[in-house]
Nanobody, 120 residues
Framework: QVQLVESGGGLVQPGGSLRLSCSASGSIFRIGRMGWYRHAPGKERELVATVSSGAWSNYAESVKGRFTISRDNAKNTVYLQMDSLNPEDTAVYFC??????????????WGQGTQVTVSS
């Protein structure tokens, strides 16, 4: 069984920073794209940032220049460094990974979510 485990959420003041981590564990053959999505109350789930296995990344316009996504392929881990946070960034953040468990079997995998609250 493969799972994603997230950490790093919490409460931060406007202008502050947080770093989210997400590690994949289990029977993994290969990991493709990894990323972060968020879901705020009353809003649709939205993409925050994704990164390919070759480190090509893309970002939502709302976080460009403030958030940085990176990954450590040796550790099967993806990170999201969030700087200059504002209250509009408050949401549950979900980790995502496209994982192959063998040469013929792939799955879209989601983490359990971690709460990020930006408030004074």
């Amino acid at each position: 069984q493969v799972q994603l485990v997230e950490s790093g959420g919490g409460l931060v003041q406007p202008g502050g920073s947080l770093r989210l981590s997400c590690s994949a564990s289990g029977s993994i053959f290969r990991i493709g794209r990894m990323g972060w999505y968020r879901h705020a109350p009353g809003k649709e789930r939205e993409l925050v940032a994704t990164v390919s296995s070759g480190a090509w990344s893309n970002y939502a316009e709302s976080v460009k220049g403030r958030f940085t996504i990176s990954r450590d392929n040796a550790k099967n881990t993806v990170y999201l460094q969030m700087d200059s946070l504002n209250p509009e960034d408050t949401a549950v953040y979900f980790c995502y990974a496209y994982i192959a468990t063998n040469i013929a079997t792939t799955q879209d995998l989601w983490g359990q979510g971690t709460q990020v609250t930006v408030s004074s």
